[in-house]
């Protein structure tokens, strides 16, 4: 009889309410991390591996909409519903700079060369932060269409993308002149849009519909209908064969790049997924969810008798690299007991 396959995820608690948005650095010679933000207000990072808690940033008084840490995994940025983008030392954790803004923000990055911020939210206004003069009036790009939803830095820094909660497509503004220089039409609005690792390629979720589009030409590339309504998606970044959905039935399927077939459904969270991610090299890739848990999935799947004794980084045993193994050098950094470790949670489904 043939062995039942299941996805065996690393659950990882500590948020007391929705997780809303997700973030892995690349590798670093530390490794890669993951940072997450929440409506409970605190963002926290994580060993993007082990799944393992380093810390919590606290400061916000309102809900985080968006997270995001930097090139080098040294500085970590979060935008909020109490009016700020804040961005944070991602080694002590101690706060570096909070950038006022008129309303709230719901989505921030970073540059690839980490000197800007750019935020974006219901004030519909573009704003970019020079971080080598953060107490400098930051450049306001031409007002956007709606509230923004998404943004990303995409062409070494020349080019903004962002999107609207109310309306669809997708806008690509020229840095230098502040102009919109395409758009990228959608029926629905785009919950979600991810710059794939290579720049080849645009990753975008709209209502059923999960597309992908030319960086460089903007053409599109495929279009696939889901199931359901997905909030977002990811592109495997190491080849790019494979790409990662989830929305409002709690699911996470896995569809292949060429063909849009399903390939793998993995249950386990019990509220509407809001975010999708790969890691660096594509050997896992996490969800955020209505239920408040993050949930660190394997690419490749195992078997129920292999549940036991495969960790997530594919050593035998238990998993025992705990906060304070991967974070020894933090001071000043808030860990909390129950969000110390990863922990594995079998979903079997019949």
């Known amino acids: 009889m043939d062995k039942k396959r299941v996805a065996v995820p690393l659950v990882c608690h500590g948020h007391s309410r929705p997780v809303v948005d997700l973030c892995y650095s690349p590798v670093t010679p530390d490794g890669f991390f993951l940072i997450s ?13 082990t799944g393992d808690w380093v810390g919590t940033f606290e400061g916000h008084k309102g809900a985080v909409w968006s997270c995001c840490l930097d090139t080098n995994a040294l500085r970590a940025a979060s935008g909020s519903a109490d009016f700020t983008a804040k961005i944070w030392d991602a080694i002590t954790g101690e706060e570096l700079h909070s950038f006022e803004h008129k309303h709230i923000v719901r989505a921030c990055a970073f540059s690839e060369d980490t000197h800007f911020l750019l935020t974006g ?19 306001e790009v031409d007002r956007t269409p709606g509230s923004v939803r998404t943004v990303a830095w995409l062409h070494s820094d020349q080019t903004i993308l962002s999107s609207c909660t109310d309306m ?23 919950t979600s849009a991810e710059v794939s690792q290579d720049g080849r390629y645009i990753t975008t979720a709209d209502g059923f519909t999960v597309k992908f589009w030319d960086a460089n030409h903007f053409g599109l590339v495929k279009s696939y209908n889901m199931p359901c309504t997905v909030e977002s998606a990811s592109l495997e970044p190491k080849f790019g064969y494979k790409f ?11 569809f292949d790049f060429h063909t849009g077939e399903e390939i793998a459904c993995n249950k386990g969270h ?14 896992s890739y996490a969800s955020g969810s209505e239920d408040g848990t993050i949930r660190i999935w394997q690419t490749g799947q195992q078997t129920l008798d292999d549940v036991e004794t495969v960790s997530a980084n594919g050593l035998t045993g238990k998993v025992n690299v705990t906060a304070d193994d991967v974070s020894r050098k933090i001071e000043g950094f808030h860990i909390a007991d129950e969000g110390r470790t990863g922990q594995k949670e079998e979903v079997a489904n019949a």
């Open 121 to 139: 939210g219901v004030e519909k206004i573009l704003r970019i932060y020079d971080l080598n003069r953060p107490d400098a009036s930051p450049r």
């Open 168 to 190: 669809g497509g997708v806008r690509l503004w020229d840095v230098r002149t502040g102009d919109v220089v395409r758009s990228l039409e959608t029926k629905s609005p785009v």
């Open 37 to 49: 933000a929440s409506k409970d207000s605190s963002p926290m990072l994580r060993n993007g591996e």
């Open 244 to 254: 990662v959905a989830g929305g409002e039935d709690m699911w996470i399927r896995v």
């Open 270 to 283: 019990h509220g509407p997924v809001h975010c999708v991610r790969f890691s660096p090299g594509g050997e």
